[in-house]
């Protein structure tokens, strides 16, 4: 199972010897249960969880959500935890976690656009002088003689980032049960406001 949650930002925790760590401030949670799926009525089975509240939603949504609310994201898990015995509108928070914990969270990186192969693939470039004039940042061959025409996937120019990323191994520093902000070592995917989807890893 997951948390949903919000890139706050990146920040330094200092500890007593003067060690410095760098963090991802997420604000995690509360995610309310919104549904409960099973294989007789749906097929499978699944709990289905709703995150940040919103002010306008669709009708049919509206329907569905009825009085728990207006929710903006809704997610499913399949994943069974059986620790937890979960019902609609029970609430999931930053409890679920641990200091230490060892976690993989999930998110759309930055959308950068459209990138030459020098910034998306890292490709050196050609020499700056001895008749490269406007040749320093091309991609160079990008074919042979047969066959006549570029092999899948050859690295090229093209739209770099907005894809779904997942960091795996970081670990769980600081735990703010009320204000609902995780505290995780190291960078995870996207800007500030990106939705993340925080889980444990199994040891």
Same mark, same amino acid.
């Given at each position: 199972? +997951?948390?949903?949650?919000?890139?706050?930002?990146?920040?330094?925790? +200092?500890?007593?010897?003067?060690?410095?760590?760098?963090?991802?401030?997420?604000?995690?949670?509360?995610?309310?249960?919104t549904q409960i799926k099973t294989k007789e009525k749906d097929g499978y089975e699944a709990t289905q969880f709703a995150y940040e509240e919103?002010?306008?939603?669709?009708?049919?949504?509206?329907?569905?959500?009825?009085?728990?609310?207006?929710?903006?994201?809704?997610?499913?898990?399949?994943?069974?935890?059986?620790?937890?015995?979960?019902?609609?509108?029970?609430?999931?928070?930053?409890?679920? +976690?641990?200091?230490?914990?060892?976690?993989?969270v999930s998110g759309v990186s930055k959308a950068k656009g459209f990138q030459g192969v020098v910034k998306r693939h890292g490709f050196k470039g050609a020499p700056?002088?001895?008749?490269?004039?406007?040749?320093?940042?091309?991609?160079?061959?990008i074919g042979q003689r047969f066959p006549q025409h570029t092999l899948k996937g050859v690295r090229m120019g093209g739209r770099m980032g907005g894809v779904e990323i997942t960091v795996r191994g970081l670990k769980v520093v600081t735990v703010d049960k009320e204000n609902n902000l995780l505290a995780i070592?190291?960078?995870?995917?996207?800007?500030?406001?990106?939705?993340?989807?925080?889980?444990?890893?199994?040891?």
């Open positions: 199972m +997951f948390l949903l949650g919000k890139k706050v930002g990146m920040s330094q925790m +200092f500890s007593d010897d003067g060690k410095v760590t760098p963090v991802t401030v997420v604000q995690a949670g509360p995610m309310i249960v919103t002010k306008k939603i669709k009708k049919p949504l509206k329907g569905h959500l009825g009085d728990l609310g207006n929710f903006k994201h809704i997610k499913e898990s399949k994943i069974k935890n059986p620790d937890l015995d979960l019902k609609r509108g029970d609430n999931i928070d930053v409890s679920t +976690f641990n200091v230490g914990d060892v976690v993989k700056k002088s001895h008749g490269h004039k406007g040749n320093l940042r091309k991609p160079g061959s070592k190291g960078a995870v995917p996207g800007r500030k406001g990106t939705l993340l989807a925080i889980s444990k890893m199994k040891n």
